[in-house]
């Protein structure tokens, strides 16, 4: 009996830590795990490097990344795009010249065959015939079948020869999406839809690195702490960024932005896609990890 069942049995009461190691040494089941801080990125990181944002600018999906991050991405799409639209037009000039050089044979054979009928009918069966339906008489009188005939025996009809081993078809490029896409929502994304976010610090005077700070910004209206469990949202005009709890109690209430006076539409109070911390921020998040079952007995 494992310390857990003497535990139910007796009434005691254990800690969490304990009761996850009695279950760890039964080896039945699975482990849940609270995922902590470490897992999770920061609602102020960027997407890209997972760092404070120096120059900050978010999608309007709410995905927040560093502008120089994401300038460096989307130069590498359109450099991949450039690369795959030039294999994809050396693929379609090859097809061109095949195409060509097909039509080319089959004019060039219904000459021969119109060659072949011709004397055929002036003079019998002609030999380029015979060869070609790889017939001959013998001197009895009798058609042959051998393959070492007309000049045949000079060829080797082994597969396992890799100069006579049917080549594979090559794989054809299909034509390149020119469209960039967001690493994160997958939607289409360009630098000219991408909004600057104005972030206000907490304490302006502290010249301590952000990645250093605990506490880095603060809601641009009510200055309270922004985190990871505090939903925040950017005002499209300005780019401050204040609490979801500040706008609906009080921006909404005249749709207008209080740093530049301009009116607010719903499509200028981008919400921030925030990374959970644990079972007190965002919503239950926890890890399983599957451990062998042992039969009961």
Sequence with gaps: MTRHQRNCTAGTV?????????????????????????????????????????????????????????LEYILLKKKEIKL???????????????DEDGKKSQQLKRVQDFVESESSIMGGASSAKRARTGEASTSNGTKSVSN??????????????????????PTLVKKPDKTIYCPMSKNPLSLKSLIPVNFTLVDEKDKTPLVAKRERFKCAVTHDVLSNSTPCAVLKPSGKVVTMECIKKLIKKDMIDPF??????????????????????????????????????
């Design 260 to 297: 530049t006076e301009d009116k607010l539409e719903e499509t200028d109070i981008i919400e921030f896609k925030r990374g959970g911390t644990g079972y007190a921020s965002t919503g239950a998040k926890a890890a399983e990890k599957a451990r062998p079952v042992m039969m009961a007995s």
């Design 148 to 169: 070492m005939i007309d000049g045949r025996n000079k060829e080797l009809p082994s597969f396992w020869i890799p100069e006579h081993t049917p080549d594979a078809k």
């Design 14 to 70: 254990y800690t969490y830590h304990e009761r996850q190691k009695d279950a760890a040494a039964s080896g039945y089941g699975t482990n849940k795990a609270r995922l902590g801080k470490d897992s999770e990125k920061d609602f102020d990181c960027c997407c890209l490097t997972l760092q404070p944002c120096k120059n900050p600018v978010i999608t309007k999906d709410g995905y927040l990344y560093d502008k120089e991050a994401i």
């Design 84 to 98: 795959q639209m030039s294999e994809y037009e050396k693929q379609i000039k090859k097809q061109e010249k095949l």
